[in-house]
């Protein structure tokens, strides 16, 4: 039996990939374990593990723990972009409550930010943060910009109930309580 040792880092991230895509979301979080105590300054395994917690397991603070660490080892310097980076941030913060550090980090991830559906996922959880922190014109601002990007969004699988807050929202905002 070769130890783990001996296995290629390429082999292990396929083989995460794999285990993800198969819905084995703990099996791959092993899997991009052994990789960073393989090779502990590898920003996209802390990257892939940061990812894999928020949207799979739903473990905001151990995802902004290794986005954090992606983040310090230069993650943007193996092609992931900052207003990717940006944008995780905030939805670990948003799932973690705090609204204004998310808030923060999602008008980060817009700068420079050319991908539609990204966008329009940016505007939308901004337009949360506002509303949970009642700010009607952060609100309205953040709607609108949702709602630009309202094609590219549904085309990506995004759900019409968000469509439809988003939509009832700015209506409720234009004509007052």
């Known amino acids: 039996m070769s130890s783990s040792r001996n296995v290629p880092i390429e082999e292990l991230l396929r083989s995460a990939e794999e285990r993800e895509e198969a819905g084995d979301a703990l099996g791959a979080e092993a899997l991009l374990g052994r990789v960073i105590s393989l ?8 990257y892939r593990r940061g990812m894999l917690r928020l949207f799979e397991q739903e ?5 902004l723990a290794d986005l954090s660490r992606a983040e310090e080892l230069g993650v943007d310097q193996v ?42 996922e940016i505007y939308l959880r901004r337009a949360e943060c506002a509303d949970e922190l009642e700010r009607p014109e952060a609100l309205r601002e953040a709607l609108t910009g949702f709602l630009a990007h309202r094609a590219a969004f549904l085309d990506s699988g995004g759900e019409g109930e968000q469509l439809e807050w988003a939509e009832t929202r700015l209506a409720e905002l234009s004509t007052g309580p």
């Not at 090779?39 to 802390?46: E, G, R, S, T, V």
């Not at 473990?59 to 995802?63: F, L, P, S």
């Not at 670990?92 to 923060?104: K, N, Q, T, Y």
């Open 59 to 63: 473990a905001y603070e151990e995802a």
């Open 79 to 120: 092609g992931i972009p900052v207003s990717q980076l940006q944008y995780l941030f905030g939805e670990c913060l948003f799932g973690l409550g705090r609204f204004e550090e998310a808030d923060a980090r999602l008008q980060q991830g817009l700068v420079g930010e050319q991908d539609e559906v990204l966008r329009a």
């Open 39 to 46: 090779k502990p300054q590898f920003a996209l395994a802390w």
